[in-house]
């Protein structure tokens, strides 16, 4: 079983990736998520995405891959292996998972059924500097340990824009690939090359020499089982107040909530939201360096049933976890 992982951080686009990946191959995949709260919207999302009948959506819930459930994670890859057994595993870790503790990880368990592949790392583009400068530790993590960068959220960058962001990416990691789109009509034969056989091993932990590790960027996060609004404008202002840090620096929130009678989701990442229809179970998750969880629980708590109060998941906080198969 190859183990790709699909990584890049919060809101980057890596779901959407693993989407039209599916779209491209015909090996015996599965797909492992590592979200946070007790319903996986991204897991959801991936399983109808894909005709594909074989295809096994997992979910690894509450907890970090890459620290406090780093050994429940090889527990579950050596389940995979040995039960469903796919041609490919792809997992899709939280973006705010260090990429180098993954794939030390996966060397515990690796044996010739049990093989880490070239990872790919998923980068919004016109966000990546101001990612790199907020959370620098954790975006060089993931860019030096990548095979493959991948570009998304391109639109309105111009050619000097895309060089400097590949430049600072080939002064961290030289030998990387770098993809500037893949929606722009790639070949059957580039999908098939992107789902590299090429053979990974952790390569440093993104760290400059002699850095401070205790100003290492701590993550933290809310989950609400159900959160209501009037109307569609109620909810826009909303995820206005989220992108004016009204609720504090949250990075990344998405999830389905009830507007009226009707299920709406809402996606906010990279200074921006988007709301489209939506599906049950309802559920909004918060993820940032800090939240105003006082706050929020007084303007929406009248709404939720808010069994996920705050916690950790970039430090090795405590935190349960557990699998779960999806089928397709």
Known sequence: MKVLIVTGFLGAGKTTFIKELLKHTKRYTAVLENEFGDTNLDSLEISGSTDNKDMQVLEFMEGCVCCSKKDSFLYSILTVSTGIA???????????????????????VRYEKI?????????????????LHEYRELMRDQILNAGHVIFSKT??????????????????????????????????????????????????????????????????????????????????????????????????????VKVGNEALRFDIADNSYVITGGEE??????????????????????????????????DGANASGNMKIRPK
């Open 155 to 256: 639109e309105g960058m111009d050619a000097d824009e895309l060089e400097e962001v590949k430049k600072q990416i080939r002064e961290i990691n030289s030998d990387a690939k770098i993809t500037e789109s893949y929606h722009d009509g790639k070949s059957e034969d580039w999908w098939t090359e992107v789902m590299s056989d090429e053979e990974a091993h952790a390569v440093g932990d993104g760290e400059d020499e002699g850095a401070d590790n205790s100003g290492q960027q701590a993550f933290e996060q809310m989950t609400f089982d159900l959160m209501e609004f009037n109307s569609v404008g109620a909810l826009a202002v909303f995820c206005d107040d989220l992108l004016r840090k009204q609720y504090g620096d949250i990075a990344r929130a998405k999830g389905v």
């Open 115 to 131: 093989i880490p592949v070239s990872p790919i790392v998923i980068v919004s583009a016109k966000s990546f500097l101001a990612n």
């Open 86 to 108: 796919p041609e490919y595993l792809i997992v899709e870790p939280s973006g705010v998972a260090k990429l180098s503790n993954i794939l030390a990880g996966i060397e515990k």
């Open 281 to 314: 179970p309802y559920q909004a998750v918060f993820i940032g360096s800090s939240i105003e969880r006082e706050k929020l629980l007084v303007d929406h708590g009248k709404y939720s049933l808010a069994q996920n109060m705050s916690k950790k998941v970039a």
